[in-house]
């Protein structure tokens, strides 16, 4: 059951990645029209900076359990080497439990503040008014999501390390090697 969980939460992070960089494309798109609608006509689409703000917010939301499952996110590893390699595995655990621990406290803040903007109605302070809940709701979800992959993973790593897989969880938790960076870069 965890590796059908651990497999669909993958593909759907994948899928939300695919989502947040639509909605980056998309107020690129906007962004452009607004510049040729300035310049050649001095007409303003207004709002077009505010709605790219919140579609930058929400994308990065939603990728960044994307990141966790292809450990991309940045890591501070130039002591590593100088730790014996069998600490490796707890090491890369303790990292990210403390970055799973710190997504949690920031959902924990965010869902007070949603809760807030619902319960009073908050709109943007710009000609828009946009009802703020619009943009923070669905960057709660990217983040919920993203605590969601973090235990996820923490505990299917934990699962490779008892069956004595530490190969298995070195490419699950791990620092990339160069060759797999390399990889990364050439496909």
């Given at each position: 059951?965890?590796?059908?969980?651990?497999?669909?939460?993958?593909?759907?992070?994948?899928?939300?990645?695919?989502?947040?960089?639509?909605?980056?494309?998309?107020s690129?798109?906007?962004?452009?029209?607004?510049?040729?609608?300035?310049?050649?006509?001095?007409v303003?689409?207004?709002?077009?900076?505010?709605?790219?703000g919140?579609?930058?917010?929400?994308?990065?939301?939603?990728?960044?359990?994307?990141?966790?499952?292809?450990?991309?996110?940045?890591?501070?590893d130039?002591?590593?080497?100088?730790?014996?390699?069998a600490?490796?595995?707890?090491?890369?655990?303790?990292?990210?439990?403390?970055?799973?621990?710190f997504?949690?406290v920031?959902?924990?803040?965010?869902?007070?503040?949603v809760?807030?903007?619902?319960?009073?109605?908050?709109r943007s302070?710009?000609?828009?008014?946009?009802?703020?809940?619009?943009?923070?709701?669905?960057?709660?979800?990217?983040?919920?999501?993203?605590?969601?992959?973090?235990?996820?993973?923490?505990?299917?790593a934990?699962?490779?390390?008892?069956?004595?897989?530490?190969?298995?969880?070195q490419?699950?938790?791990?620092?990339?090697?160069?060759?797999?960076?390399?990889?990364?870069?050439?496909?």
């Open positions: 059951m965890l590796d059908k969980l651990f497999t669909g939460a993958r593909t759907c992070s994948l899928w939300l990645t695919w989502l947040g960089g639509a909605l980056i494309v998309l690129a798109f906007l962004v452009t029209l607004e510049v040729f609608l300035r310049k050649l006509f001095n303003s689409l207004g709002g077009a900076d505010e709605i790219s919140y579609a930058f917010g929400v994308a990065t939301a939603l990728a960044l359990s994307f990141a966790l499952f292809e450990r991309a996110h940045i890591r501070v130039a002591l590593l080497g100088a730790i014996p390699k600490l490796h595995p707890y090491i890369n655990l303790l990292g990210l439990l403390l970055l799973t621990g997504a949690l920031i959902v924990v803040m965010v869902w007070g503040m809760g807030d903007t619902l319960d009073n109605g908050s302070i710009t000609p828009m008014r946009v009802p703020l809940a619009i943009p923070q709701i669905p960057w709660l979800l990217g983040w919920v999501f993203f605590v969601f992959s973090g235990v996820l993973i923490a505990l299917v934990i699962r490779q390390h008892f069956r004595g897989d530490e190969a298995g969880v490419n699950l938790i791990g620092v990339k090697s160069l060759d797999e960076q390399i990889e990364d870069e050439t496909v």
